[in-house]
């Protein structure tokens, strides 16, 4: 195992300088093809998933759960680097509860016409076993803003069997650290993938045999069962952003508009809520 005891000022540690810039690390970490993965749990369905660590930096308390997680999965060459925890929270600005970071390498986007492919062809097999190809649920996040919602969502999916999420040029990453925790590493687990052309990258959807719903609050709206009782084999389910909604482009270029009934006096679900009540409304049967 490649362990190193390194000092504060080290320059092997720089990938983890400055995480609570929020700013800064959406810039750097793209630019640099990188992202963070805190926690054994996360690290684990990281490597699972495939992804390849580019270092580990741990308290000395934590070593031999790194240790382990990379042994499983043939990794003893990556660096781990040991601090003492003072040196871990002034190196990252704040205190590193879960015991490790790992600086990850930042796999390519897929191609969207790959992921809806692979979406839409995907047979009974991995949905109620009788061979036959089932119907697929597609997740479109448009200009999320807040990494937690993010986060909410892609774990909803995978615990609801979404097929596959595309989110816009604008929508936050869903790889940054907080999306990751907050996620519990179900980013690794769903297929997902970034669709530059919006919003005309919807026309590649209806190409691909979606019908495209809008969850939106506006006039002439269906409700979610009505969608539910449409009985569509493919569906992909835009959601807009946390302030604004689904914006006018996009809502003119839509199949349906859907909303969720409110009683209470409540008005509206944030997104994280409404894409877990929507997931479970549309999931397909015996899966």
Known sequence: MNIQRVHEDSELLADYRSLTDVALRRRLEPEHGLYMAESAKVLARALSAGHSPRSVMTAEKWLTDVERILGEHALDEVPVYVVPDDVAERVTGYTVHRGMLAAMNRPADRPVAELLADATERTGSAGQGDGEPRGARIVILEDLVDHTNVG????????????????????????????????????????????????????????????????????????????????????????????????????????????????????????????????????????
């Open 152 to 287: 909410a969502v892609f774990r909803s999916a995978a615990a609801l069997g979404v097929d596959a999420v595309l989110v816009t040029p604008r929508c936050a990453d869903p790889l940054y650290r907080r999306s990751v925790r907050v996620s519990m590493g179900t980013v690794f687990q769903v297929p997902w993938t970034r669709i530059d052309d919006w919003p005309g990258g919807l026309q590649e959807l209806k190409d691909a045999g979606c019908v495209v719903a809008g969850m939106t609050l506006g006039e002439g709206a269906i409700s979610l069962d009505e969608l539910v009782a449409e009985d569509h084999e493919n569906l992909a389910l835009v959601f807009g952003s946390e302030g604004h909604g689904i914006t006018p482009r996009t809502d003119r270029a839509l199949d349906r508009r859907v909303t969720i009934p409110m009683m209470g006096g409540v008005d509206s679900l944030n997104v994280a809520a409404a894409s877990a009540v929507a997931f479970y409304a549309t999931r397909v049967r015996g899966s």
